[in-house]
């Protein structure tokens, strides 16, 4: 059973446009929610994180909003640029596990110069 | 330069062989991972040791067999695998506290990309 679902399974953005990735969750147990960057050859990345207690986070250009009555949280690229493009991963932990995190599918963004 | 390095980078092996996949953590955590990466698929969590136990073992075939011989090491034993066992193999390490929460997020090595023959 997939716990966090992601989409869209791949993007093509155009650069200096905005990247929007979605994630939404089941467990209401979840207060830590990571998104992670991966490029090719390499592992993933913690880029943000964010917990329930605030709707909006934002580092650089990358943004996290928080939907927590929707159980969805969603990624914001604001101005994209070619190295940007790398799979991104959303991820969720809580409850009774909080070090277990549950990933997403990933996403495949290619940003066009 | 990644804090988590594993070895070998690649690796081809036969059904029948045993192979070990080796990683090492210079961060100073205490917890430490073995995930499977398949193409269009989540993360699948294997195995995590906290303080050097196991504290995880996530339904994983026991063809695939963990070692942690400190909180620095963590290997992975292989044998018999079958092709569908052919992935990239991801090791990650983290500090946990001794109520099992996260202290530091997940630091990843760059994987061993495995084929089973």
């Known amino acids: 059973q997939q716990q966090v679902k992601q989409s869209p399974q791949s993007l093509i953005v155009q650069k200096g446009g905005i990247s929007i990735i979605n994630c939404a969750y089941e467990?209401?147990?979840?207060?830590?929610f990571p998104w992670y960057q991966q490029f090719p050859g390499k592992g993933p990345a913690l880029l943000i994180a964010?917990?329930?207690?605030?709707s909006e986070k934002k580092e650089g250009r990358f943004t996290i909003s928080f939907n927590k009555s929707a159980k969805q949280f969603s990624l914001h690229i604001m101005d994209s640029q070619p190295g940007d493009s790398a799979t991104y991963f959303c991820?969720?932990?809580?409850?009774?596990?909080?070090?277990?995190?549950?990933f997403g599918k990933g996403t495949l963004l290619t940003v066009n110069p | 330069e990644t804090g988590v390095t594993q070895t070998p980078r690649h690796l081809v092996m036969g059904m029948t062989n045993k192979k070990s996949l080796k990683c090492e953590q210079h961060?100073?955590?205490?917890?430490m991972y073995w995930y499977k990466q398949s193409a269009k698929k989540p993360l699948e969590l294997m195995f995590v040791?906290?303080?050097?136990?196991?504290?995880e073992n996530n339904s994983v075939p026991s063809r695939f067999s963990p070692e942690c011989p400190n909180s620095s090491h963590l290997f992975l034993h292989l044998h018999t695998l079958q092709p569908e066992d052919s992935a990239l193999y991801l090791c990650?390490?983290?500090?946990?506290?001794?109520?099992?929460?996260?202290?530091?997020?997940?630091?990843f090595g760059n994987g061993t990309r495995l084929t089973v023959t």
């Open positions: 467990n209401t147990a979840f207060d830590y």
């Open positions: 040791y906290s303080l050097e136990e196991r504290v």
């Open positions: 964010i917990r329930p207690d605030v």
């Open positions: 961060l100073g955590h205490n917890a």
């Open positions: 990650a390490s983290s500090q946990v506290s001794l109520r099992g929460t996260y202290n530091s997020p997940l630091h």
């Open positions: 991820a969720a932990s809580g409850g009774g596990s909080n070090y277990k995190l549950t």
